[in-house]
């Protein structure tokens, strides 16, 4: 069974361009999670869907950020416009029951760099 | 808020050194404690978990337990190997605290052991 994925592994980008995350949880997991490590710091969380709908996104940074999850299943994290402060990785993570018991898988993230 | 303080790193150890590495957390409800691994190029896997005071956790020789009278959850192993080499990762979830649905992480320690 494939594990959470998340694409691109890596991107650079300049000041002001836009990017755009993808997750692909791993197929039934109706729980999806956003979460964000800048700078070698905490691992902090940006947004959690149930199926479509937004659960909490109580963590996302400010409105540059926006996150979909249009019929249930892969999820989009846009950053537009990106600025410096925006670099980091980004983990994806899902799983099957909430949380707090319920195991959550990761992906491998994807590492933001914004020049 | 809730959060997570774990040691600071590097930590660099000898082959088949004993391991330690401290968490300690604040939380205003009853939560459940975790340790994430990263190895490199990989995601974050649950390593371990305990859900109330004086659980001990365990996976692949690693162990943690729960200690609520010093709000603890300190990471040991007895007998470390080259490919323990990752970060790892404290983290909580704090259902009475309304953040059952999220993670709080923190900022990791990496661990390099050399033979």
């Known amino acids: 069974e494939a594990g959470v994925t998340q694409f691109p592994s890596h991107s650079v980008i300049e000041k002001g361009q836009t990017v755009t995350l993808r997750c692909d949880p791993i197929?039934?997991?109706?729980?999806l999670y956003w979460y964000r490590r800048v700078m070698g710091k905490e691992i902090k969380f940006l947004l959690h869907?149930?199926?479509?709908?937004?659960?909490?996104e109580s963590g996302m940074p400010n409105n540059r950020f926006l996150a979909e999850r249009t019929g249930g299943t892969y999820s989009t994290l846009k950053v537009q416009p990106a600025e410096l402060e925006d670099s980091g990785v980004y983990f994806c993570?899902?799983?099957?029951?909430?949380?707090?018991?319920?195991?959550?898988?990761f992906g491998q993230g994807t590492r933001l760099t914004v020049v | 808020g809730d959060s997570v303080t774990q040691m600071e790193g590097p930590v660099t150890l000898s082959e088949e050194a004993f391991l330690t590495i401290n968490c300690t957390y604040t939380?205003?409800?009853?939560?459940?404690l975790f340790w994430y691994v990263q190895y490199p190029g990989e995601g974050l896997q649950l390593l371990l978990k305990?859900?109330?005071?004086?659980d001990k956790g365990s996976n692949k020789g690693f162990e943690a337990t729960y200690r609520k009278e010093t709000t603890s959850f300190h990471l040991e192993k007895g007998s470390v190997q080259v490919s323990d080499s990752a970060v790892y990762f404290c983290?909580?979830?704090?259902?009475?605290?309304?953040?059952?649905?999220?993670?709080?992480f923190g900022a990791g320690t990496r661990l390099a052991v050399h033979p």
């Open positions: 993570a899902s799983s099957l029951w909430g949380p707090p018991s319920a195991e959550a898988f």
């Open positions: 197929s039934g997991h109706d729980n």
């Open positions: 869907f149930v199926k479509e709908s937004k659960q909490d």
């Open positions: 939380a205003t409800g009853y939560p459940s």
């Open positions: 305990a859900t109330k005071a004086d």
């Open positions: 983290a909580l979830s704090d259902q009475l605290a309304g953040g059952y649905n999220k993670l709080i």
